[in-house]
């Protein structure tokens, strides 16, 4: 069974998704991500939200796969509201935003740093100069319900890798449009072992400066240049980095994101043949870098239109290494329900290629935001002695799972509208809920209301 070897390899790839907050609901913030938008003002659960999430999480865990939790941030964040120049107690301001037109409440108690694959891009020790693990924090500067993300982010990432000896974390690039950096979800590496030195992979959707083509709908959120800079940050060898530019039009089609389009594990590139600007040159240069080595699985537009693939984020999938030399797919409950994809995914099992089997879970609540299974998580390829480095309060096990569902259970509420967040138990909720969660992971004190009110 898997198990024991993903244990017990020297290097593997450990995932740490994002606990979904007590503030989970459907904001319309992202345009250009057309779940986000599509769902505004509908009803949110956000205790069948976390308890979704929480349960893939122990799924992977229960397969022996090294799987990580990240906590949640405090919301509202009423410290970026006293920047804005509101005044008064927290519940004087909460109340004083009722009526905002610009929806600042709703934007400042967005559960957004749920999908941490867009809370850092992380280089395994394998790949970089001085042979730490690298992360740097996403500025997520194109949204403002996400530009507030990268402080604590960097916080919680710092307590979890606090060795120095062993990961450095970088804070976020500057916060302009020039160095617009999402993370991981445009970042996809390559590798025959997760302890060999790898092949990176960015994915941008524009150049700042010099670019030649971008959407013309919807905005590009990653570029060419914040990539280029988190490859000097972390000391990768550009004879194993590949820098592609995303295809404008599946951006104005609603992929806003690379993993909303591809997903590639080891030596897999599971993408769709619209996903990239002069694929075959990407592909070429890919499999030269992996010295011939990388099995591409282009999905044909007459097979899964580009509608589809958005609708049922079939790429947003987790391409999961098994102990057989084959891999697993995991993807949402809305592949199942999409019949082209459905087909395709039957196909793709029994075809004899790299990808043998499925596993299906219901992530509803965060696929209505926009964000599945993919999404939910940071890949972190680590060392058995960097594992050891690692926090240990935050891997899930048999004794976390309940803990934390039990958490979730006692702290959440099972409906959430936009008008709840004027309701001043909510802050009291969450900060409560946030405070026992710090002990139960074991972080010590990182949110603001732990450290006085500040946010630096
Ligand atoms: O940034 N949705 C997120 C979804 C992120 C998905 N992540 C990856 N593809 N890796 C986003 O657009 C919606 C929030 C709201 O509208 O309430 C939101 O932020």
């Known amino acids: 069974m898997s198990a024991a070897v993903t244990m017990n390899a020297s290097a593997f790839e450990a995932n740490f998704d994002g606990l979904v907050g007590p503030t989970h609901h459907y904001g319309g913030h992202s345009f250009g991500n057309v779940a986000s938008t599509g769902n505004a003002k ?51 301001i909460i109340s004083s ?55 604590q982010t960097a916080r919680s990432l710092r307590a979890i890798f606090s060795n120095p000896a062993y990961f450095a974390v970088h804070d976020a690039l500057p916060m302009m449009a020039a160095f617009g950096d999402e993370g991981a979800a445009n970042h996809t590496r390559f590798c025959d072992d997760y302890g060999k030195q790898g092949v990176e992979f960015f994915v941008y959707g524009r150049q700042h400066w010099g670019g030649q083509v971008e959407p013309t709908k919807f905005p590009a959120r990653q570029t060419r240049e914040a990539c280029e800079a988190v490859i000097r940050r972390h000391g990768l060898a550009l004879s194993h980095t590949v820098l592609a530019q995303q295809n404008p039009a599946v951006i104005d089609a609603g992929v ?42 282009e999905v044909a537009r007459d097979a899964v239109s580009v509608a589809d693939a958005v609708k049922s984020y079939l790429f947003n999938s987790q391409l999961l290494a098994k102990a057989n030399g084959k891999q697993r797919l995991l993807v949402p409950e809305e592949c199942k329900n999409t019949p082209a994809v459905w087909a395709y995914l039957q196909a793709l099992q029994s075809s004899g290629g790299p990808i043998d089997e499925l596993l299906v879970y219901d992530l509803k609540q965060s696929m209505q935001n926009g964000g599945g299974p993919a999404c939910l998580r940071l890949r972190v390829a680590l060392t058995a002695q960097e594992a050891l480095e690692v926090n240990s309060g935050v891997w899930m096990n048999d004794k976390l799972y309940p803990q934390l569902c039990s958490w979730v259970e006692r702290n959440y509420r099972d409906r959430l509208l936009e008008s709840d967040l004027l309701d001043p138990l909510l802050l009291v909720e969450v900060r409560s809920a946030l405070d026992e969660l710090t002990q139960i992971l074991r972080l010590g004190s990182i949110y603001p209301f732990q450290l006085h009110g500040r946010d630096e």
């Open 42 to 92: 509908q009803a949110a659960n956000p205790r069948e939200a976390a308890l979704q999430g929480l349960a893939k999480m122990k799924a992977l865990a229960d397969l022996g796969y090294r799987q990580g939790v990240l906590p949640p941030q405090e919301r509202p964040a009423l410290w970026v509201l006293r920047d804005l120049g509101y005044t008064g107690t927290d519940q004087e």
């Open 256 to 297: 806003f994101h690379n993993d909303v389009i591809a997903v590639g594990n080891q030596d897999v590139l599971f993408c769709h043949q619209d996903a990239f600007l002069h694929s075959a040159q990407v592909y070429a240069e890919l499999s030269e870098k992996m010295a011939g080595r990388l099995q591409v699985i």
């Open 97 to 151: 935003l009722g009526n905002t037109p610009e929806g600042y409440l709703s934007a400042m108690s967005s559960a957004s740093s749920m999908w941490t694959a867009n809370a850092a891009t992380v280089s395994p020790s394998a790949d970089t100069q001085d042979r730490r693990v690298h992360f740097t924090v996403a500025n997520l500067q194109n949204k403002f319900h996400r530009a507030i993300e990268h402080r």
